[in-house]
């Protein structure tokens, strides 16, 4: 089966503007994870929908970012006006439904905001 | 709250040498343990997982073992390769707080000839 997938690879912008991340889970994975590791830091846990729901949006730094999975397929994350300490690699997850399963992780995107 | 402690590095190892990382955790439940490994210009691949209490998680000659009563989770491997070279991830995840993954700050490997 293909692996969690994530678009684009590379985004560089400057600050102000507005990015979109997207991922694609593995088909029938109803959880879905975002991830960021910031320059030289951890990989912190942004959010978790369960299907189209967010079932928890602790990590989420601030009102900036805006994550979306309508009809509890792919997802996009929108970093709207991007700051220079948006920059790292945002990685997304998914597993299979209910809890205690085994997340995958996509390949990542890495963000550079000048 | 939940975190995760590793050896930071970088680590420098010839090929063939043992190699130990160090993980250690604090979890409020009864948590799941990961070891992720990150190869240059890839992303993040499960390398091995242990869900209890004595158990081994093994996986490429990669070992380590959940061990509660000292709360660590120590990556081995016998004898590394060169294309071992990469970032090693300790995790964790719990069911109490929606299965999200809490990574260590990872151990960056260098493997030479």
């Known amino acids: 089966e293909a692996g969690v997938t994530q678009f684009p690879s590379h985004s560089v912008i400057e600050k102000g503007q507005t990015v979109t991340l997207r991922c694609d889970p593995i088909?029938?994975?109803?959880?879905l994870y975002w991830y960021r590791r910031v320059m030289g830091k951890e990989i912190k846990f942004l959010l978790h929908?369960?299907?189209?729901?967010?079932?928890?949006e602790s990590g989420m730094p601030n009102n900036r970012f805006l994550a979306e999975r309508t009809g509890g397929t792919y997802s996009t994350l929108k970093v709207q006006p991007a700051e220079l300490e948006d920059s790292g690699v945002y990685f997304c997850?998914?597993?299979?439904?209910?809890?205690?399963?085994?997340?995958?992780f996509g390949p990542g995107t890495r963000l550079l905001v000048l | 709250g939940n975190s995760v402690t590793q050896m930071e590095g970088p680590v420098t190892l010839s090929e063939e040498a043992f190699l130990t990382i160090n993980c250690t955790y604090t979890?409020?439940?009864?948590?799941?343990l990961f070891w992720y490994v990150q190869y240059p210009g890839e992303g993040l691949q499960l390398l091995l997982k242990?869900?209890?209490?004595?158990d081994k998680g093994s996986n490429k000659g990669f070992e380590a073992t959940y061990r509660k009563e000292t709360t660590s989770f120590h990556l081995e491997k016998g004898s590394v390769q060169v294309s071992d070279s990469a970032v090693y991830f300790c995790?964790?995840?719990?069911?109490?707080?929606?299965?999200?993954?809490?990574f260590g700050p990872g151990t960056s490997l260098s493997v030479i000839p």
């Open positions: 997850a998914s597993s299979r439904p209910g809890s205690g399963q085994t997340q995958y």
């Open positions: 088909s029938g994975h109803d959880n």
């Open positions: 929908f369960v299907k189209e729901s967010k079932q928890d």
């Open positions: 979890a409020t439940g009864y948590p799941s």
């Open positions: 242990a869900t209890k209490a004595d």
């Open positions: 995790a964790l995840s719990d069911r109490t707080s929606y299965d999200k993954v809490i």
